[in-house]
């Protein structure tokens, strides 16, 4: 393996290791070298350094690269932040994006872009699990199971309408009888955000001190999604500033490793041009 091969593939380890790391340095390149270092890395690692990047700075990254690649790197994210990063790419680029994902995923973006910025319904993971309430508890464990990344904590009981009815955990729902009906077993009644709450209402929802994630439903009590508590901690970071264990780690991580992750980023860049897709 040749030296500028070497160190490609340590500056790919490193994004994958210190996602904020690579993130710095793309912030701090022009906007079209820092596209060239996107469609250099593998596409996980391209997403990594999109996610730590200031939304501004990454929004304007993806839009510099071609339709497909960006896609393709979206797909990665999560709603919420892909949301927010195609709300700051001018319509068409957006539009473009779209196109090329995935039926799902493109509908649960499509499906949070609907609300406003900053928003419950805007920042909600619409994939988050919700189950009919006459169901069995047999026949929702094998909802989650054909589900799993899209049940965490807790599972979302609604009616046949649609409306938010119940909760239970997973631990309930795993001990219950397995011929009780949901609506038997589940809480009634459960915390839930206003789609149209801002994100300091988020915030400062008393729910987040009992669950890991609240249920988002519409003016009727629909059921659309649910905020996670990941996107509860980058709002808190965003109106707040970062906590001071994460700022302190980001700097003692910077001074060890921003000359040497800029210099190989820096190869990764020269070569952009000629590395594949």
């Not at 797909?75 to 319509?91: C, G, H, N, Q, W």
């Not at 805007?122 to 994939?127: E, K």
């Not at 929702?140 to 799993?148: G, I, L, T």
């Not at 999604?225 to 500033?241: I, Q």
């Amino acid at each position: 393996m040749g030296a500028r091969q070497l160190q490609a593939r340590l500056a790919r380890e490193l994004v994958q290791q210190y996602p904020e790391r690579a993130a710095d340095v793309l912030e701090r390149v022009a906007v079209q070298e820092g596209a060239r270092l996107l469609r250099q890395f593998p596409v996980g690692e391209a997403a990594a350094a999109v996610r730590a990047m200031a939304p501004n700075a990454a929004a304007a990254s993806l839009a510099a690269v071609d339709p497909e690649r960006a896609a393709a790197i979206t797909a990665k994210l999560e709603p919420d932040v892909a949301s927010a990063l195609l709300r700051r790419i001018d319509e068409a680029a957006r539009g473009a994006i779209l196109d090329r994902l995935t039926g799902a995923h493109a509908q649960r973006l499509r499906a949070v872009l609907r609300f406003p910025p900053d928003t419950a319904g805007a920042l909600m993971d619409p994939a988050v699990l919700a189950i009919p309430e006459d169901l069995t508890a047999r026949e929702a464990v094998s909802r989650v199971r054909e589900r799993p990344k899209d049940a965490h904590y807790n599972v979302y009981v609604v009616d046949r309408t649609g409306c938010l009815v119940g909760v239970l955990n997973l631990r309930e729902l795993f001990l219950a009888r397995p011929r009780s009906l949901l609506s038997e077993v589940m809480k009634r009644a459960p915390r839930r955000l206003e789609a149209e709450a801002p994100s300091v209402a988020i915030v400062e929802h008393p729910g987040w001190k009992e669950v890991h994630a609240l249920p988002v439903v519409d003016a009727d009590g629909r059921y659309l999604g649910a905020v996670r508590y990941a996107t509860l901690r980058r709002l808190e970071a965003e109106l707040h500033g970062r906590p001071v264990a994460e700022k302190d780690t980001g700097e003692a991580l910077g001074e060890l490793f921003s000359a040497g992750i800029s210099a190989v980023l820096d190869v990764l860049a020269g070569t952009a041009g000629r590395g594949g897709r």
